[in-house]
């Protein structure tokens, strides 16, 4: 620890991180206030999915745009404008949202709060030799914590205030940040060209960008949108008040939230690959649990377990990015939190959209528990690829594992 903590700037992974956490908060929001705008606006469980979902489908769409206004101005001074834009957007929200449409546009504009993940991971992890990448990306990364201070206090404040004075009243610790970001954020002497269009194009045509993309639409596409969901998942599948659900939500969802730096640390030490098939696997049985509908303490429980491994997950992805693109973090950072986020937008869209069509949230679950196990089937073979093609210390740094060397050396073993 002694080592990390002189090898990069202190003050501007704490920046980093705080800029990241309050815009997560912000991202999403609509996930506690769900239930209140549903009964404000009369949605139906697809349209009140699809409400919750378009703030994660935002950041999707502006996370590559932050991510090359970082590498052309600098990552202190994208965030600062960043967080201005998110008071704006609040701003909208407190005063002017009244109609439908008014928060479906509100909700796309959020997503300008989840585009920091593209500029608070760069500024932080440009400061860290490779061999603290893993835990200096997980610390930044940590933000998503700002997920429990909306499910913990906008239930609360909706109920008390309104809906409306809750997004005035957000604004408050976001321009905190904003102020303490503009004192402790700098960029690192260590510049990076800014990327032009033919290499987002090359960059695209790789296969490894788009399997990482998938793979982290699994971990932080689950995390961020079961986040948003589950204050709805506990208000309507179980009954409890919008109040109570959104503080089971904040348990279940504090494991996510803190152990991915754990996530950043393990995949130090024995790969981000070993430990995202680990990862991968149980959450999808864990889910697939989830899905039975048990006692609600029971799901707790489970999805408390559960989103720890999302949370893991988040780190071991991006301790592997920056072994494969160690020159492109920047702008591989936003196509891969792109797709985190598109994977986010989609999952409780298709909760809503089965739970209109066969009145329970069991089918969802069941159906996402089945694309874990799919998706820890992908990784196996991806580790049978990358460790040929990938250099030999990237391998080693990054833990990638080839089941099929390791079937054929046990054949070896067996026969002689």
């Not at 933000?143 to 499910?151: I, P, W, Y």
């Not at 987002?200 to 995390?223: I, M, V």
């Not at 969901?229 to 109570?244: D, I, P």
């Given at each position: 620890?002694?080592?990390?903590?002189?090898?990069?700037?202190?003050?501007?992974?704490?920046?980093?991180?705080?800029y990241?956490?309050?815009?997560?908060?912000?991202?999403?929001?609509?996930g506690?206030?769900?239930?209140f705008?549903?009964?404000?606006?009369?949605?139906?469980?697809?349209?009140?999915?699809?409400?919750?979902?378009?703030?994660?489908?935002?950041?999707?769409?502006?996370?590559?745009?932050?991510?090359?206004?970082?590498?052309?101005?600098?990552?202190?001074?994208?965030?600062?404008?960043?967080?201005?834009?998110?008071?704006?957007?609040?701003?909208?929200?407190?005063?002017f949202?009244?109609?439908?449409?008014?928060?479906?546009?509100?909700?796309?504009?959020?997503?300008?709060?989840?585009?920091?993940?593209?500029?608070?991971?760069?500024?932080?992890?440009?400061?860290?030799?490779?061999?603290y990448?893993?835990?200096?990306?997980?610390?930044?990364?940590?933000?998503?914590?700002?997920?429990?201070?909306?499910?913990?206090?906008a239930?609360r404040?909706?109920?008390?205030?309104?809906?409306?004075?809750?997004?005035?009243i957000?604004?408050?610790?976001?321009?905190?940040?904003?102020?303490?970001?503009?004192?402790?954020?700098?960029?690192?002497?260590?510049?990076?060209?800014?990327?032009?269009?033919?290499?987002?194009?090359?960059?695209?045509?790789?296969?490894?960008?788009?399997?990482?993309?998938?793979?982290?639409?699994?971990?932080?596409?689950?995390?961020?949108?079961?986040?948003?969901?589950?204050?709805?998942?506990?208000?309507?599948?179980?009954?409890?008040?919008?109040?109570?659900?959104?503080?089971?939500?904040?348990?279940?969802?504090?494991?996510?939230?803190?152990?991915?730096?754990?996530?950043?640390?393990?995949?130090?030490?024995?790969?981000?690959?070993?430990?995202?098939?680990?990862?991968?696997?149980?959450?999808?049985?864990c889910?697939?649990f989830?899905?039975?509908?048990?006692?609600?303490?029971?799901?707790?429980?489970?999805?408390?377990?559960?989103?720890?491994?999302?949370?893991?997950?988040?780190?071991?992805?991006?301790?592997?990015?920056?072994?494969?693109?160690?020159?492109?973090?920047?702008?591989?950072?936003?196509?891969?939190?792109?797709?985190?986020?598109?994977?986010?937008f989609?999952?409780?869209?298709?909760?809503?959209?089965?739970?209109?069509?066969?009145?329970?949230?069991?089918?969802?679950?069941?159906?996402?528990?089945?694309?874990?196990?799919?998706?820890?089937?992908?990784?196996?073979?991806?580790?049978?690829?990358?460790?040929?093609?990938?250099?030999?210390?990237?391998?080693?740094?990054?833990?990638?594992?080839?089941?099929r060397?390791?079937?054929?050396?046990?054949?070896?073993?067996?026969?002689?």
């Amino acid at each position: 620890m002694k080592g990390f903590m002189r090898a990069g700037h202190l003050p501007t992974l704490i920046a980093a991180l705080l800029y990241f956490d309050v815009s997560f908060m912000v991202w999403v929001l609509f996930g506690p206030l769900a239930p209140f705008l549903r009964e404000e606006l009369g949605l139906t469980a697809t349209e009140q999915g699809l409400l919750t979902a378009i703030p994660l489908l935002g950041g999707s769409l502006f996370r590559p745009i932050l991510g090359a206004i970082g590498d052309r101005i600098g990552g202190r001074r994208t965030g600062l404008f960043g967080l201005v834009l998110t008071l704006a957007t609040l701003a909208f929200g407190w005063r002017f949202a009244h109609t439908t449409l008014h928060f479906y546009t509100l909700g796309f504009f959020l997503g300008i709060s989840g585009a920091s993940f593209a500029v608070a991971l760069p500024l932080a992890s440009r400061w860290y030799p490779p061999r603290y990448q893993g835990l200096a990306m997980g610390i930044a990364g940590a933000g998503n914590s700002g997920t429990l201070l909306a499910t913990l206090f906008a239930p609360r404040l909706a109920e008390r205030f309104g809906w409306a004075a809750t997004f005035g009243i957000a604004m408050i610790p976001v321009a905190a940040v904003l102020a303490m970001f503009f004192v402790l954020a700098k960029d690192s002497p260590q510049r990076v060209a800014p990327t032009s269009r033919r290499e987002y194009g090359a960059l695209l045509r790789e296969p490894d960008t788009l399997w990482l993309s998938f793979l982290y639409s699994l971990t932080f596409g689950g995390f961020v949108g079961f986040a948003s969901f589950f204050v709805t998942f506990f208000h309507e599948q179980y009954g409890l008040s919008r109040v109570a659900a959104g503080d089971f939500t904040t348990t279940v969802v504090i494991a996510g939230s803190l152990l991915r730096p754990a996530g950043g640390w393990l995949a130090d030490r024995i790969g981000g690959y070993r430990l995202l098939v680990v990862l991968l696997a149980l959450f999808g049985v864990c889910l697939g649990f989830v899905a039975m509908l048990p006692p609600v303490a029971v799901v707790v429980v489970l999805l408390f377990f559960g989103m720890g491994m999302l949370g893991m997950g988040n780190g071991a992805i991006f301790q592997m990015v920056p072994q494969r693109f160690p020159d492109r973090i920047g702008v591989v950072t936003g196509v891969v939190g792109a797709a985190g986020g598109l994977g986010g937008f989609f999952l409780p869209t298709l909760l809503g959209v089965l739970r209109d069509m066969t009145g329970t949230y069991a089918t969802g679950l069941a159906a996402l528990a089945v694309v874990f196990v799919i998706g820890t089937i992908v990784l196996l073979e991806l580790g049978a690829r990358w460790s040929e093609r990938w250099s030999p210390a990237a391998c080693r740094q990054a833990g990638v594992y080839s089941y099929r060397v390791a079937l054929r050396r046990s054949s070896g073993e067996r026969a002689a």
